[in-house]
């Protein structure tokens, strides 16, 4: 496993890290849950990411358990706040950003995380309140570092214009072969300020993995048939993309890789890329993600790859 820095700060994570949404506490029985984190740190995994929202609650309240033990330096912990946990309790106000650290430690059974991530930007409260609010987080020790998920570059900017305030470290966009909008505005941005990217959805909500048939309905139990991804996952699977995916399997072997590595290290093709988050119901596919951490592949195996997609996704959109 290889690391990278995150933006300005200290910390050194893996290129590889583990994911809790829709897995953690809530569509993964504890026994398997735990195995995959077990096995996330046997593969030299030291990042893990999650979020109050995740199962209101659920996926905090697993890692503290599971993690407890643990030495609380052999490891990186990031959450998140703004979605809502109740019908009052949502978004990014001084309220309750001090009500939801406070919350989320209690749940991750720890005294801090290291990094304490806006989940998305909060159009109904200042943005001079939640970077105060923040930067309090970050004085009183509850969190070393603070990051954003999925705010418009320009919000990023204003917030990188503060003075008096923490600052950002890094950026958790969706980000994957089949989805590059941020490398129009958002990666550059970071990149100029220190900020890192660390990546949900690397392999297209699972798409990359190559595991859907175009001809066939999706098989039952997969993301794609779950409720929560309902609607968000259409674009993904029209069938002229999900037959541009299958195309993109001999190029992975001709890299040397399995499908899921090889769109993971496109990822990591990109400097201002930290971490690419995975998510995992068995070990198996940790071990298989991991070793996608420090491989060498031919640029021009690349590009043959975004060609075949980018001309997919353009007929899907017409």
């Given at each position: ?5 995150l ?25 398997k ?7 996330a ?9 999650t ?7 659920a ?16 490891y ?15 978004g990014?106000s ?6 939801q ?61 503060m003075?008096?305030?923490?600052r ?13 909008e ?11 300020n ?27 139990g ?9 609607g968000?996952?259409d ?15 001999p190029?992975?072997?001709e ?27 068995r ?36």
């Amino acid at each position: 496993m290889k690391y990278r820095k995150l933006g300005d700060s200290d910390l050194e994570v893996s290129e590889i890290s583990m994911g809790s949404w829709l897995t953690f506490g809530v569509g993964v029985e504890a026994e398997k849950a735990r195995a995959c984190l077990g096995e996330a740190f046997v593969q030299g995994i030291n990042f893990i990411d999650t979020a109050n929202v995740y199962g209101r609650g659920a996926a905090e309240t697993f890692l503290g358990q599971a993690l407890e033990g643990r030495p609380r330096d052999s490891y990186v912990l990031a959450t998140k706040v703004y979605f809502a946990m109740s019908d009052t309790d949502r978004g990014l106000s001084r309220a309750q950003i001090e009500k939801q650290i406070d919350d989320s430690l209690r749940r991750l059974r720890t005294d801090y995380v290291d990094l304490y991530q806006c989940h998305r930007y909060d159009w109904d409260t200042p943005l001079e309140e939640t970077m105060e609010a923040l930067t309090r987080v970050v004085d009183s020790g509850k969190a070393r570092y603070i990051g954003f998920s999925e705010w418009p570059a320009e919000r990023i900017q204003a917030a990188i214009d503060m003075t008096g305030v923490a600052r950002f470290v890094s950026s958790q966009p969706q980000y994957s072969l089949l989805w590059r909008e941020p490398e129009d505005e958002v990666i550059p941005l970071c990149a100029a300020n220190g900020i890192s990217q660390i990546v949900w959805s690397p392999l297209g909500q699972g798409v990359l993995s190559g595991k859907y048939d175009p001809d066939k309905p999706p098989p039952a139990g997969t993301r794609a048939t779950s409720d929560e991804m309902s609607g968000f996952m259409d674009r993904l699977l029209q069938p002229d993309v999900l037959r541009a995916v299958q195309q993109l399997k001999p190029i992975a072997t001709e890299a040397g890789l399995t499908l899921p590595q090889f769109a993971l290290a496109w990822i990591l093709r990109e400097p201002n890329v930290a971490s690419a988050i995975i998510g995992a119901s068995r070990p198996e596919q940790v071990r298989e993600n991991a070793a996608a951490s420090g491989v060498i592949v031919d640029t021009q195996l690349f590009v043959r790859a975004e060609q075949i997609l980018d001309e997919a996704l353009a007929g899907a959109a017409a």
